[in-house]
């Protein structure tokens, strides 16, 4: 079973980016503009239920994690499918879709 660790709403570690999702954009909190983008749900997850293996997906603004009772799934909204799963722990290690999607955000945010 997929073990969530102690997190609480609103209340978010330093060292890991956030985003918030409004209308469908992704919106970077300003302060985090020096740090990776970080996906908000694997850091709230068990160690032992995180992928092993570093997983480009895991800084993508395309990939939206989700956990079923059993298992952790990565569904990339560039490719429409999904690109990991505890089922398939087959790691992406580099991917365009993920360069474009953190420029992007880097240039909405410039722009702002």
């Not at 999904?82 to 410039?110: D, H, K, N, Y």
Request: hydrophobic share 35%; glycine share 0%; aromatic share 6%.
């Amino acid at each position: 079973m997929i073990e969530q660790t102690a997190h609480q709403e609103h209340q978010y570690d330093e060292s890991t980016p956030t985003t918030r999702a409004h209308a469908r954009q992704i919106i970077v909190l300003p302060e985090l503009l020096d740090q990776p983008y970080t996906d908000p749900i694997l850091p709230t997850l068990a160690e032992k239920d995180k992928p092993q293996e570093e997983v480009i997906c895991a800084h993508c603004p395309n990939a939206m994690w989700m956990t079923t009772h059993n298992q952790l799934k990565c569904f990339c909204k560039v490719t429409r499918s999904f690109s990991w799963s505890t089922a398939e722990p087959i790691p992406t290690t580099r991917c365009t879709g993920q360069l474009r999607a953190v420029a992007e955000m880097q240039a909405a945010l410039a722009d702002k």
